[in-house]
């Protein structure tokens, strides 16, 4: 029973969805990228947005409510970033996969238990819980100390971006960032644990052992929670999609997907108690920490995946 | 990444030969679930079929989906005017929204349109043989079932496919409940079931008498209050007519609020009635029958535009019909109307003729048949009625974790077969439970539950199966 859902639903708010359509449908499915707080839908638009659809996904990304586009929300909660996500997704012509940055991977997750999504990626989810809190205050003092108590979360350069991207693009980003609503900041410090997801979909965790928000513990503890293990992108800063080297997480993520042996509908773990040859086998170097192989313990595979792709190595 | 087109359709090489007891050819589906309708039970149980891992071949009589929603299905029962009588937190399934720029209550064509896009999201339509009808259902050993179906109208040979499950989601609202009034074949005027009504031009400018308090009888009375020269509206007893809105919320948000805090019904009855007292006031001055029983005993009705047009004198509350007369109507009081058109907005009964009537412990035939959660059959693991419900909210919640359930079953036979005996002893203690608080005895609530108690009863069902 969700009593609250039913008496108390979510105020409808305005919605800013910026998308980039392949040319030609090739049934793939949609995904649908959630950028974390602060950040507006334009995040994705600089790059990964067009990335995805010349790649043949459709891809879609939302301002939360109160950020970029969207409808002003000061009192926003999480229950109600989530709902946005649920209404955005259900609204995409097909199943969608999403895709949540930082506080947006949380968000996601609350989305997971009310939407059987195709499959999500969390990359460089922000899960909350004192350990962020603790980085962000060593990191950004000032910047984080206002949100502890209801004010704006500043977050800066140092915290977001390698030194790899130029200093002017940097600037220009920290200064299209917004804030989150009051209640949202505090729900990453005691909000209880998202419901399991619905139709359980498979789960990709990518990050950086760099970020200056996420802790490298952090990536293996939401990933394990998802029964896999992180997949790393050294050298990138939080915002792995605006930072210099862009290309290689978002080409993982497609990677991920085109592998992914999800049928329309259907899910790895309901096939039947053992995964099937073609899982295991043929996965590329990069993209194979996921799925539930409990066989090989977690750490061997965070060590095999610190190499970056071949494929990418190969680009520079 | 796989196509749907692997699944689904049943290949004439894959299969392998076998024989009924006919001697008929059966194709042999293997784990496939059969699902009869395309309607919103039925798609959900696709659905959710699929998302444990079931392929699913599903029989449609119509060409489209929607079922009862899709108004041009000949066994369709909307009207043009149509809309939710419950808000769409209640109505929308539970896992995917409808969209926030819709109104509190959509029309039934909005409805339509959100089943269509359900279907197309979740790439149903591929599992779907329209045209289909299903004309028998068996049961053979090993809880295997055989369907036998052909293209509706009766055309075209008759197939059958054995499968491991079958849900019926066939509707109950499509075959229409005529009560038996004396003189009624010697009655001049128009006759017709609120199923055949479909648009207020058929009685614009007539003298229309309305039998029946149901949300649709309350519906058509309204229009005729708008559109006929006079307006009768014959009720058995006196009902509680809840409005669509209270304290500027969707009342059954606000009955919600109430629930959710586990109010206790009879608080809940006292709350209820002092909100309609202070809202839409005492209902005998209008010349309305006292209602004899508490709110909540019956069936709700939701409708805010009755009583105002009672108020303006555009219906006329009267009693029950007493017989008819060729040209007049007499009422239990004795007194008599002449009405050109009656509509009879009397209800449905569920029908089920493709499958013998001992199966669902219905030897009497009578629709009726005896379930647990209104859903599973007693010796009958692998069957599963999806939407045989009346809830006081929207059924397609209910339908989803009814199927969730059923597949979790299916998984759960599969996977661990003592915890789906325990199951299947389960169904058999407990068939026939009630959901709702005490209700009047009438078959209009055979299928009646409150939604809240029968979440929690499919919630408790799912832990048990699943348990620890």
């Excluded at chain 2, 500027?248 to 002092?274: E, K, M, T």
């Excluded at chain 2, 007194?335 to 499958?355: C, K, M, N, Q, S």
């Amino acid at each position: 029973m969700r009593g609250r859902e039913w008496s108390r639903p979510v105020r409808p708010a305005r919605r800013e969805v910026l998308s980039a359509v392949p040319e030609l449908e090739e049934g793939r499915p949609p995904l649908l990228f959630v950028p974390g707080f602060g950040h507006g839908a334009w995040a994705f638009a600089e790059h990964w947005l067009g990335h995805a659809a010349s790649r043949g996904f459709p891809a879609y990304a939302v301002s939360l409510r109160g950020h970029g586009g969207s409808e002003p929300a000061p009192e926003a909660t999480l229950r109600a970033y989530a709902h946005d996500v649920v209404q955005v997704a259900a609204s995409l012509p097909r199943q969608a996969v999403l895709v949540g940055h930082g506080a947006g991977a949380l968000v996601v997750a609350h989305a997971l238990a009310r939407y059987p999504a195709r499959g999500a990626v969390l990359v460089a989810p922000v899960f909350g819980g004192w350990g962020v809190l603790g980085a962000a205050l060593r990191r950004n003092p000032a910047g984080t100390l206002p949100a502890v108590f209801g004010g704006p979360l500043r977050l800066n350069r140092g915290q977001l971006f390698s030194s790899e991207l130029p200093d002017e693009e940097a600037r220009r980003y920290v200064g299209r960032l917004g804030r989150a609503g009051r209640r949202a900041q505090w729900a990453l410090l005691g909000e209880p644990e998202a419901e399991s997801a619905v139709g359980a979909p498979p789960v990709l965790v990518l990050g950086s052992p760099d970020d200056r928000v996420v802790p490298a513990s952090t990536l293996t503890r939401v990933a394990r929670r998802y029964g896999s293990a992180p997949l790393l992108f050294p050298g990138m800063g939080h915002d792995l999609m605006l930072d210099a080297r862009w290309e290689e997480p978002i080409d993982a993520i497609l990677d991920w997907l085109e592998k992914e042996p999800v049928g329309p509908g259907g899910h790895v773990r309901a096939v039947g108690g053992q995964p099937p040859a073609w899982w295991t086998a043929g996965l590329p170097a990069g993209v194979a920490g996921w799925g539930t192989r409990a066989s090989e313990p977690v750490s061997v595979l965070v060590r095999r995946l610190i190499r970056p792709p071949p494929s990418s190595r190969a680009r520079r | 990444m796989s196509t749907s087109t692997d699944h689904g359709r049943p290949d004439p090489e894959a299969t392998s030969p076998a024989a009924n007891s006919d001697g008929r050819p059966v194709s042999d589906r293997g784990d496939t679930v059969c699902v009869i309708g395309a309607g919103a039970s039925g798609l959900t149980a696709i659905k959710n079929l699929r998302e444990h891992g079931f392929g699913v071949d599903c029989y449609e009589r119509e060409t489209g989906v929607g079922g009862a929603w899709n108004w041009r299905h000949d066994r369709s029962p909307v009207y043009a005017s149509t809309h939710l009588i419950s808000s769409k937190p209640f109505t929308q399934f539970p896992d995917f929204p409808m969209p926030d720029s819709w109104p509190d209550y959509p029309h039934h064509g909005q409805l339509l349109s959100y089943f269509e896009r359900y279907a197309d999201h979740f790439d149903l339509r591929s599992h779907i043989w329209f045209g289909t009808e299903v004309i028998r259902v068996q049961p053979v050993e090993g809880d295997r079932w055989d369907v036998t179906t052909r293209s509706t109208g009766g055309y075209g040979p008759e197939r059958t496919a054995r499968y491991a499950a079958v849900v019926i989601a066939n509707g109950h609202n499509w075959s229409p409940k005529l009560p038996r009034y004396e003189g009624l074949e010697q009655f001049r005027g128009e006759i017709m079931h609120a199923s055949s009504y479909k648009d207020p031009a058929q009685l614009r400018g007539k003298r229309v008498l309305v039998v029946g308090a149901g949300n649709t009888g309350c519906d058509i009375a309204v229009e005729a209050a708008q559109q006929a020269s006079r307006c009768w509206h014959s009720t058995r007893r006196g009902y509680w007519y809840a409005p669509k809105y209270v304290l500027g919320r969707p009342a059954d948000q606000v009955n919600d609020s109430l629930l959710a805090l586990r109010v206790p019904l009879r608080v809940r009855q006292w709350l209820y009635h002092w909100t309609l007292r202070l809202t839409v006031g005492d209902l005998t001055r209008f010349g309305l029958p006292k209602p004899d029983h508490r709110v909540y005993e019956t069936h709700p009705i939701a409708n805010s535009q009755l009583v105002y047009y009672v108020g303006h004198g555009g219906i006329g509350p009267v009693p029950d019909v007493a017989r008819f007369h060729p040209y007049a109507v007499e009422l239990a009081d004795g007194r008599e109307i002449d009405p050109e058109v009656v509509v009879f907005a009397t209800g449905y009964l569920p029908r089920f003729e493709f499958l013998d009537a001992s199966v669902f412990g219905d030897s009497a035939g009578a629709g009726r048949p005896t379930l647990w959660l209104n859903a599973f059959t007693p010796g009958h693991p692998t069957l599963a009625v999806a939407g045989l419900l009346q809830p006081d909210s929207g059924l397609f919640t209910l339908s989803h974790w009814q199927t969730v359930l059923f597949a979790r079953l299916l998984q759960a036979r599969r996977d661990r077969p003592e915890r789906a005996t325990a199951f299947a002893q389960r169904v058999r203690d407990r068939a026939g439970e009630r959901y709702s608080g005490p209700v009047k005895d009438s078959s209009r609530h055979w299928f009646e539950v409150g939604h809240a108690d029968y979440l929690r009863a499919i919630q408790r069902a799912l832990v048990e199966l699943e348990g620890k």
